[in-house]
């Protein structure tokens, strides 16, 4: 028997290639970005970095050290379009500066997206200035992110919060109970609600939230997942998960 050498063929057109990096325990992200970009051509990747219980600014401060490791790994060597840092409070307690320059340090080409960042971008587009805050965060890290969007010139109108300690337990709150308690919040001068934290089950109540309240609502997730759409030019509508997603 011979052996024959057959040379290959490659794709010459790529899809745009989008990389997530995930807390080790969060439920929830994957499953959002799955949900949302499933009809589109899209590659996706993630890889998880390690986190550090209680939350606290120190611990997501030190979670971040690996961010740079973490970001390599997601296809070496190959180029990212957008890579992704889905942790709201562990932008907010590490800087995005420092988040981007260590994730462009392994993918200097990629653009960067974080979902402090994202909501930022997406309540502007949306002209909202007076929010309403909810978190699942213990008190402290609670405050801090209360205190970074009143720093980014927002007027906060109200703010709750759940106090739970541990980034997995946040990812086992019910969304029915989770719906019942925002539908139910100090709303009367607020434009928008503001849902904080990539772990917590929000994105799929958004669109009957909306209808409930009469109010836009914004997540992490939602936010973050429409700004890498924004990034690699793939930000047609999306029905079924909020006015966010809608381009009217």
């Known amino acids: 028997m011979e052996s024959k050498k057959i040379d290959p063929k490659f794709n010459k057109v790529q899809n ?3 990389g997530l990096i995930a807390l080790a325990s969060d439920y929830m992200i994957e499953k959002d970005f799955t949900n949302v970009i499933k009809d589109k051509k899209i590659d996706f990747f993630v890889n ?4 550090f219980n209680p939350l606290t600014k120190e611990n997501l401060i030190k979670m971040s050290e690996k961010v740079t ?3 390599n790994d997601i296809l070496p060597g190959e180029k990212i379009d957008c890579i992704v840092y889905a942790c709201t409070s562990g932008t907010i307690a590490a800087g995005y500066d420092s ?10 080409e990629s653009e960067v997206t974080t979902p ?15 929010i309403a805050i909810f978190t699942p965060y213990p008190k402290k890290l609670n405050d801090e992110v209360v205190e970074f969007f009143k720093k980014e010139s927002f007027t906060i109108t109200s703010n ?21 308690i925002l539908s139910n919040m100090d709303l009367k001068e607020a434009e928008a609600l503001f849902i904080s934290c990539t772990a917590l089950p929000a994105l799929s109540i958004i669109d009957k939230l909306e209808k409930k ?4 609502v914004l997540s992490s997730n939602q936010a973050l997942i429409w700004d890498t759409l924004e990034k690699i030019g793939q930000n047609d509508s999306v029905n079924g998960f909020g006015k966010l997603f809608l381009n009217k």
């Open 16 to 18: 745009p290639k989008i």
């Open 48 to 51: 998880r970095i390690e986190c």
């Open 69 to 71: 490791e973490v970001t």
């Open 99 to 108: 988040i981007k320059n260590k994730i462009k340090k392994a993918k200097p």
């Open 116 to 130: 402090s960042t994202a909501s930022i971008k997406a309540l502007k587009k949306l002209n909202i200035n007076k």
């Open 160 to 180: 709750s919060y759940f106090d739970i300690e541990s980034d997995i337990d946040i990812g086992k709150v019910d969304p029915n109970y989770l719906y019942d």
């Open 213 to 216: 309240i009469g109010k836009v």
